[in-house]
């Protein structure tokens, strides 16, 4: 394999973070004492905390990355467009304004599955809407308009609805959806997550034939056989259950999806397909790392995950954006 | 053998149809220019035949099941459009996404690859970033990949547009050739002359329909330039083969 | 006496004196803060408070919710207060300082009470309340009954477990504040302390799983879902707590009132279960 070597490094990296964040935490704890922890069948303080809080917090750090990584690489892929990213077309606002329904109206606490479907559904209203009016090409200007517009409507829905909240403590979570944080997370919301996660991790992946086919356009890619209506709704389904999942259980955490890609296509000579393996495990990474970076930054308070993105994300956004528009002119 | 026959077939955007009623048929050893003015129905006739745009009547090409459609027909839009910054070979090889795994690259693949590159005069360009070469250098580069395609018949739009002349004439003798061994063309051209010299056959649109079909001298006849076109033209065999040239608008 | 039948008794108490009211005692005293709620309802006379706040109407925050039903509540807006016409405002030391400001220049007289930050500051509020209400004879003997009462529950415990108050978004209180006192006074160690939080902080749940206290005690959910409260969930805590979780009654511990007696006869209930008393 071509970028074998890209694979390892990838792998290396998220795996050195991933036992990086095992070890980051308010508890002071010696690195021995806490990974023998995690071997250890004895059930003490440390062991608990290992068990129950650091390590699903490292594995939905994980999740999310994959799932946001992926979903911003078939997403650009799709549209042939590197602005499309799940959070700033405002899928993860929506994901969000539909778990807070969910969770607001009750639906999530009778039965268990409620949360993440009901997030599903907001983000799949958010990428059918985007297709619809980005067009077949995602032009950039539609892209963002409607991102933007998406993201207000859902973002204001969001708050109308913890507003509406009996619960004392509602109404500052908007801050919470709005940003994503891992922090005190548990097993329960790896399990709730993971199932549909997986779905659209299998969709996404089965995607890369289709975009690199697309990358001659979209008639191109017809004649080549690929079958765009199944794209699609591959697509749509794909991202809506990763972010949607994701989104249920740790907040909206925005442009991981825009980051990764851009800083890894390079290293696959751009090539769609390449992309989306390469972006899976590379949002790991990022997500990871951001989550290491929020308990090292402000260790007692709780700083939102997409706070740190967002500082790293923007910037590059707006780079984006200008030579986007030299390329126009 | 016949490679692609489409009986009455019509387009309709609304109610006007932009392609009406057309017949044609295209035989191996073919190299069709398809001539008309802007608006003719020329892109929306290929299209139509490959089943890109919803049509009323029989294209052969529809016939065959969508999976093995890309194993017959390689198409070629107008658009020319590279997305990302890919090097030349491996936008070469998408062409051979219809027959297998993108993953495992065959040996017959990288021949196949490979003889599309030497073809195009590509040899030395395979790493070089597709999206960073001259117009007519990408255009060769998408020609190459639609010959990895490696199908008996391609459908090409205005293949030659915003070519230099050299690059066109190649370009024209690289189909000329493909159909000399026995493929079968069908490209749209705005260039009569060019047309004229090359292609095998000829075939002329006006408004939707199909107004003359036949060789370059058969098609080419002052009246039928003069009323598709609206133009005067002087049209004549000489040593370095046929010379047309419009002349002068229609008062 | 129970303490329970202790505050029957005063308010009966409370409701037999009322007449002798001071004449200059203000006639339509509207509260707009929960703690001066509970304060007015067990001090004025009836019919001197014309409104308390509408927290006062929720059986989850409110101490006296059965009496402060009878009484309309009011958004604390300035606009509702003046509409009312009260004499006097009693607000907090938190309450809005632009509601505030506005009443000022409306001329409307408001008394601000500092929130209770210990056991001892009940006493000085419930006299601070006297004062404004002209009711200061009955107020004095209401301070006696209590302060009785809190010395006979003071802890005599030789065993002090260590628990963790813990709410949402893993908040904790330690040793100088009205719940840390509330702790104390019963008999257990606050583990805040080893935690280095004296006052109110984040305690994170990894390291309130560390230090292993005997006790958790959290407060009672309000309805429908907030993430804040999902870490009273958490599958680590639960761990730690199956066999020593207390869930307590917040409206006994919000405000520095006499109710604070029932919140330390609750927690002396839990001590029970750590060994004898003497």
């Known amino acids: 394999m071509r970028y074998l070597r890209l694979f390892i490094i990838l792998c290396t990296l998220t795996s050195v973070l991933f036992i990086a964040s095992l070890l980051v935490g308010p508890a002071n704890v010696g690195v021995f004492d806490s990974l023998a922890a995690l071997w250890s069948d004895d059930t003490n303080p440390l062991q608990l905390v290992m068990y129950e809080i650091r390590l699903p917090r490292a594995i939905l750090a994980v999740m999310a990355g994959v799932s946001l990584g992926l979903s911003g690489a078939a997403l650009q892929g799709y549209l042939r467009n590197p602005l499309a990213e799940p959070g700033l077309i405002g899928v993860s606002s929506s994901a969000a304004l539909g778990a807070v329904i969910a969770l607001q109206t009750g639906i999530a606490a009778q039965f268990a599955l409620g949360l993440p479907l009901a997030a599903l559904s907001g983000a799949v209203v958010a990428v059918v809407l985007i297709l619809f009016l980005a067009g077949p090409r995602g032009g950039s200007l539609t892209l963002i308009l409607a991102g933007i517009a998406i993201s207000a409507l859902a973002g204001a829905l969001t708050s109308l609805v913890l507003n509406l909240s009996p619960n004392p403590f509602a109404v500052s979570e908007i801050v919470f959806w709005m940003m994503g944080s891992l922090t005190d997370r548990s097993m329960i919301h790896v399990t709730l997550a993971l199932p549909f996660m997986i779905l659209g991790w299998v969709m996404l992946a089965g995607l890369g034939r289709s975009m690199d086919a697309l990358t001659l356009g979209e008639d191109a890619a017809e004649s080549m056989g690929i079958h765009l209506t199944r794209v699609r709704w591959q697509l749509i389904i794909g991202v809506a259950a990763s972010v949607g999942a994701m989104t249920a259980v740790a907040g909206a955490i925005g442009f991981v999806g825009l980051v990764v890609p851009h800083i890894l296509r390079r290293f696959v000579g751009s090539r769609p397909s390449h992309l989306l393996w390469a972006s899976a495990i590379g949002g790991a990474a990022t997500v990871l790392a951001a989550d290491i970076a929020v308990r090292l930054i402000l260790p007692d308070r709780d700083l939102k995950l997409g706070v740190v993105m967002a500082i790293i994300g923007a910037p590059l956004f707006l780079h984006l954006i200008y030579q986007n528009r030299r390329d126009v002119v | ?251 | ?278």
Request: hydrophobic share 45%; net charge negative; aromatic share 4%.
């Open chain 2, 1 to 251: 053998m016949t490679l692609m026959s489409l009986d009455r077939l019509t387009v309709l955007r609304g109610e006007c149809p932009v392609v009406d009623d057309v017949n044609l048929t295209v035989e191996k050893g073919d190299f069709i220019g398809l001539l008309g003015p802007n608006g003719a129905g020329k892109t929306t006739l290929m299209r139509g035949a490959l089943g890109l745009v919803k049509t009323t009547g029989a294209s052969s090409i529809l016939d065959i099941k969508p999976a093995a459609r890309a194993h017959h027909v390689a198409w070629l839009p107008q658009s020319r459009e590279i997305a990302w910054p890919i090097d030349v070979e491996t936008i070469v090889s998408l062409g051979r996404i219809p027959h297998g795994s993108q993953k495992l690259i065959t040996n017959t693949d990288r021949a196949v690859v490979d003889r599309a590159i030497k073809r195009l005069d590509l040899t030395g360009f395979e790493h070089r970033i597709a999206t960073r070469l001259s117009g007519g250098e990408q255009a060769r580069v998408l020609i190459a990949r639609a010959l990895a395609q490696d199908t008996p018949l391609i459908l090409a739009d205005e293949v030659t547009a915003g070519l230099d002349p050299a690059h066109q004439i190649s370009v024209m003798q690289i189909f000329q050739n493909l159909a000399a061994e026995g493929k079968g063309i069908v490209a749209s051209i705005h260039d009569l002359g060019l047309a004229a010299r090359h292609c095998t056959r000829l075939v002329l649109m006006h408004q939707g329909k199909l107004v003359a079909d036949g060789a370059p001298t058969d098609v080419l006849t002052p009246e039928n330039v003069k009323q598709v076109f609206g133009v005067e033209s002087y049209f004549v065999q000489t040593d370095h083969g046929p010379i047309f040239q419009p002349v002068g608008i229609v008062r």
């Open chain 3, 1 to 278: 006496m129970s303490v329970y039948g202790l505050l029957s008794k005063i308010l009966m108490v409370a409701a037999l004196v009322s007449g002798a009211a001071f004449a200059d005692a203000p006639k339509r005293v509207v509260s707009i803060n929960l703690c001066t709620d509970q304060l007015a309802l067990l001090l004025a006379e009836p019919r001197q408070l014309i409104s308390v706040s509408r927290l006062s109407h929720d059986p989850i925050s409110s101490a006296m919710v059965d009496q402060a039903i009878a009484i309309p509540s009011n958004r604390g807006t300035a606009e509702d207060i003046y509409l009312l016409k009260p004499d006097l405002v009693l607000a907090g030391t938190f309450s809005s300082p632009a509601t505030l400001s506005m009443l000022d220049r409306l001329g409307v007289p408001v008394e601000q009470f500092a929130p209770a930050y210990s056991v001892a500051d009940i006493a000085a509020r419930m006299d601070q309340m006297g004062i404004a209400l002209g009711r200061q004879v009955e107020t004095q003997d209401q301070i006696d009954a209590f302060e009785t009462q809190l010395e006979s529950l003071r802890s005599q415990m030789q065993i002090n477990p260590r628990a963790a108050l813990y709410y949402a978004n893993g908040y904790t209180l330690g040793e100088k504040t009205l719940a840390g006192e509330i702790l104390a006074h019963a008999g257990f160690q606050n583990v805040a302390k080893e935690a280095g939080l004296t006052s109110g902080g984040t305690l994170p749940l990894e390291q309130l799983i560390m230090l292993q206290p005997d006790l958790v005690v959290t407060g009672t959910r309000y309805p429908a879902t907030s993430r804040s409260e999902e870490i009273l969930d958490h599958p680590a805590l639960d761990a730690i707590r199956r066999a020593n979780r207390k869930n307590l009654t917040d409206r006994d511990w919000i405000c520095g009132t006499p109710f604070v007696l029932n919140a330390i006869q609750d927690m002396r209930d839990a001590h029970q279960e750590f060994g004898p008393s003497k």
